[in-house]
């Protein structure tokens, strides 16, 4: 039997602890606050420390503030087990390759949690780019709002990274794996108005010629979680609203204790199940999953230029991105 150890308590862990659950392994959490509660809702197991938890399980599953995983993901590393770690990997580039670096030297499975290549509306519409239904995709739109996380450090952009590290990081990563490899990268973003409400909005301009554009708010006012996207290509366009689609979607308040913090399907397997099978069976032997660690570093490579771009208020130039060796599932 696997056995799953999940680092951290807060409003991710809910959803992720429900998959690894609902698959049928064995689940250990350990966290400074919250363990107890969220094994007493969900099921599992509490270590008592981050040694006992790493000793006990097969998998190391992080659900904690993103400038804390690279440590974490070191400490799983050298303790020989297979990761997942949350989006973003981390806040740098740097960072993320160290523990790219750190993994393989250890011999370990690495995979970013970028649940949205998971979710059904999302998957369909990159199965038709993927057979060519849409032909040469040219224009991608894609918005993106929710609460303002209750959690303090999300404010912090030293440690979240802000709306655009850590929420619209989402859908740049779908961006890229619909449309390619990015040359340049231009950011704006709203100053909060008088309630605390931020907005940015994000262009990529791909390789192929095709253009992205990527809104995110994040609300002081309470508001229901949407996302939407419309994607036009030479032979048709897909479009998405979850606003009109309300089967698909749950509202996704950010709440004190978690429930809202994340749009959950209201109908059929819950995406972060189906991401955690992926990566499962990837690290028993099986194919790799859909997102790798690769993608995990360039989602946070655009991230970064894309904080740069604001900081210079002109846009980013990148390098050309290298075609990504195959991964072998560890």
């Excluded at 959803?15 to 689940?27: N, Q």
């Excluded at 960072?95 to 998957?123: N, S, Y």
């Excluded at 369909?124 to 032909?135: I, K, N, P, Q, Y």
């Excluded at 989602?299 to 846009?315: F, I, P, Q, T």
């Amino acid at each position: 039997m696997t056995t799953v150890g999940i680092i951290g308590a807060g409003g991710i862990s809910g959803v992720h602890i429900a998959g690894w659950l609902r698959l049928g392994v064995d689940v250990v959490v350990h966290s400074l606050v919250g363990a107890p509660e969220l094994v007493a809702r969900y099921g599992g197991e509490v270590a008592a420390s981050l040694d006992e938890l790493l000793a006990r399980c097969d998998v190391v599953d992080i659900c904690t503030p993103t400038y804390t995983h690279r440590s974490l993901v070191e400490a799983a590393a050298a303790a020989g087990r297979d990761i997942v770690c949350e989006k973003p990997f981390a806040l740098t580039v740097e960072d993320t390759e160290a523990m790219i670096a750190t993994c393989e030297a250890a011999g370990v499975g690495l995979f970013p949690a970028h649940v949205v290549r998971f979710f059904p509306e999302h998957a369909v519409v990159h199965d038709a780019v993927e057979r060519g239904t849409l032909g040469t995709v040219a224009v991608q739109r894609y918005d993106r709002q929710g609460g303002m996380p209750v959690s303090p450090w999300f404010l912090d952009e030293e440690l979240s990274g802000g709306i655009i590290t850590d929420l619209m990081i989402h859908d740049i990563d779908f961006a890229r794996w619909n449309a390619g490899p990015v040359d340049s990268v231009r950011a704006v973003r709203s100053a909060p108005d008088p309630s605390g409400t931020v907005a940015a909005q994000v262009v990529l301009t791909h390789a192929s010629g095709c253009v992205s554009s990527i809104g995110g708010v994040w609300s002081a006012r309470p508001v229901a979680f949407r996302t939407r996207f419309e994607v036009a290509g030479t032979g048709g366009v897909v479009r998405y609203d979850s606003a009109t689609n309300p089967s698909t979607w749950v509202n996704g308040i950010s709440s004190a204790d978690g429930d809202g913090y994340a749009p959950r399907p209201a109908i059929g397997e819950s995406p972060y199940q189906t991401e955690m099978r992926e990566f499962l069976t990837a690290f028993q032997g099986g194919p790799p999953p859909r997102v790798t660690a690769a993608d995990g570093l360039e989602a946070v490579r655009l991230a970064e230029a894309a904080r740069r771009s604001l900081a210079l208020g002109e846009a980013v130039t990148l390098p050309t991105e290298q075609p990504a060796e195959p991964e072998e599932a560890r």
